[in-house]
T-cell receptor
Framework: AQTVTQSQPEMSVQEAETVTLSCTYD???????LFWYKQPPSRQMILVIR??????QNATENRFSVNFQKAAKSFSLKISDSQLGDAAMYFC????????????FGTGTLLAVQP | SAVISQKPSRDICQRGTSLTIQCQVD?????MFWYRQQPGQSLTLIAT?????????ESGFVIDKFPISRPNLTFSTLTVSNLSPEDSSIYLC????????????FGPGTRLTVL
């Protein structure tokens, strides 16, 4: 069975600095997708970034980028120029290719941003 | 991306009663899912809501406790029956389009408190 592990329950970063959140996963599949979702106190789950496993190039979305290491089954999220609005719970998630396949979530990392 | 709304946003219910949560998507989607997020925890999939047929439940979740309807491609309901304090959680609806790579987008969630 696929599993997703986030080993950092909490992280803290100074405003304008850079922080990296870690995620590892376990799968025997070759076609899959990885996601980072953000959940602020409002509890809305917001998609931050998505990575297709077949792509070697790391995904980027503005200040957010990933370091995808397929062989190591590692998928870390880097947040550059951190802002107060980045404070939230961040969940890493895995999805096997196929419309009916479910998202498997990690346990989350609570990110605090210090002014 | 789909815009998803949920009603109610929160509710406080008495033990033994039921709560029905509605999920509305602003466009036709292939897949709809229901998740539970217990306090301080990650998301766990309850079931996949199938249009025109019975929902597909994950291990540990049963139809008698969590009946789900999906009458069309934009709407679904989740009922949490015979409530107990252990059902106090956030319930989230998500949706995705066609294709195995499709991203799931989430509704704002329903916070349920059972007294």
């Amino acid at each position: 069975a696929q599993t997703v592990t986030q080993s950092q329950p909490e992280m803290s970063v100074q405003e304008a600095e850079t922080v990296t959140l870690s995620c590892t996963y376990d799968t025997s599949e070759s076609d899959y997708y990885l996601f980072w979702y953000k959940q602020p106190p409002s509890r809305q789950m917001i998609l931050v970034i998505r990575q297709e496993a077949y792509k070697q190039q790391n995904a980027t979305e503005n200040r957010f980028s990933v370091n995808f290491q397929k062989a190591a089954k590692s998928f870390s999220l880097k947040i550059s120029d951190s802002q107060l609005g980045d404070a939230a719970m961040y969940f890493c998630a895995y999805k096997r290719y196929g419309a009916t396949n479910k998202l498997i979530f990690g346990t989350g990392t609570l990110l605090a941003v210090q002014p | 991306s789909a815009v998803i709304s949920q009603k109610p946003s929160r509710d406080i219910c008495q033990r033994g009663t039921s709560l029905t949560i509605q999920c509305q998507v602003d466009s036709q989607v292939t897949m709809m899912f229901w998740y539970r997020q217990q306090p301080g925890q990650s998301l766990t999939l309850i079931a996949t809501a199938n249009q025109g047929s019975e929902a597909t439940y994950e291990s540990g979740f049963v139809i008698d406790k969590f009946p789900i309807s999906r009458p069309n491609l934009t709407f679904s309901t989740l009922t949490v029956s015979n409530l107990s304090p252990e059902d106090s959680s956030i319930y989230l609806c998500s949706a995705s389009g066609t294709g195995g790579a499709d991203t799931q987008y989430f509704g704002p969630g329903t916070r349920l408190t059972v007294l």
